[in-house]
């Protein structure tokens, strides 16, 4: 496997050398009319739930705005821990170090756009949530779980960036964000799949079976507590709805959530059992 990961490799960093762009080329416009959307109805948060029922056609493009500044920001933090990641990575023989590059170089990026987004027409970034207790590792598992979590990630950000690309109902400010930043990661998302089936190939053999079993429990977890931060009572109250934290419980719980998690979450979830490090696909 590690012969076709270098290939894919080489392949890749071709690809980002010949799709290397600068993000302060970017056309931002002062500012955003009142009137436009930033998210897709359908991806909202509250889609299909009761609150998002209640809401006018005015009240839902305005929390659209708030879902976008959410969305970006989650990117934010998430690409921030990964280049931290990537940074610590740099250099060994094992994790193709010419990649890790491009995909550093790419990462920081697309924080630009999103930072700037969030920034120039919100004022502000929405908080991270996560929280990271230090532990001891089996040989091989933390750098697994670390591309295994980016890669769970990413995977979930990215439907949501090819589908918002594409929706001409979006201010062409936000679908360009989402387009660019798929370009790059539909590379990062290859090169993800290939590193998380090589390193559980390499090392999840020598694991003793209640690590194993601490890696299969605690990916769908990680699966959870992202799409619990799709739903931000912060959005909530900044788009002016009332009892937000409420909102954020109902939302979650509601059928048309778990139908939207099954669906987007899907096919990361289905390659983590084709890789053998998921037994089988969890409930979400």
């Given amino acids: 496997m590690k012969e076709d990961t270098a ?50 056609p005015e009240e839902t493009r305005r929390l659209s705005f708030f879902e976008a500044v959410n969305f970006f920001s989650l990117n934010i933090h998430g690409e921030r821990a990964l280049l931290e990641g990537l940074a610590a990575r740099l250099y060994r023989d094992d994790l193709y170090t010419p990649y890790l590059h491009h995909f550093l170089d790419e990462e920081n990026k697309h924080m ?25 590792y089996a040989e091989g598992e933390e750098d697994f779980l670390f591309f295994a979590r980016v890669l769970l990630f990413e995977e979930l950000v990215d439907v949501y960036n090819r589908r918002m690309a594409l929706d001409e109902r979006l201010h062409a ?85 778990r139908a939207r998690r099954r669906d987007v979450s899907g096919p990361a979830l289905r390659f983590l059992v084709s890789a053998g490090v998921l037994e089988q696909e969890p409930s979400l």
């Avoid at 079993?213 to 009332?242: C, H, I, Q």
Wanted: negative net charge; proline residues 8%.
């Fill in 173 to 257: 400010v936000v679908r360009e964000i989402n387009r660019m930043h798929h370009r790059d990661e539909a590379r990062h998302l290859a090169f993800g799949r290939r590193i998380v089936a090589e390193l559980f190939e390499r090392h999840a053999p020598g694991w003793p079976a209640e690590v194993l079993g601490e890696v299969r429990r605690s990916l769908p977890e990680y699966v959870l507590a992202t799409w619990k931060e799709y739903f931000n009572p912060d959005v909530y109250r900044d788009a002016g709805m009332l009892g937000p934290h409420d909102v954020a419980r109902e939302a979650f719980a509601s059928d048309a959530a």
């Fill in 112 to 136: 630009v756009y999103f930072g700037t987004y969030c920034l120039r027409y919100a004022g502000k970034i929405y908080p991270d949530r996560k929280m990271a207790l230090p532990r001891d």
């Fill in 7 to 56: 290939r894919l490799v080489e392949k890749l960093c071709i690809a980002s050398q010949g799709d290397f762009g600068s993000p302060y080329e970017f056309a931002w416009p002062d500012r955003l009319p009142e009137d436009a959307w930033h998210f897709s109805p359908e991806l909202l948060s509250t889609a299909g739930t009761p609150a998002g029922e209640r809401l006018s």
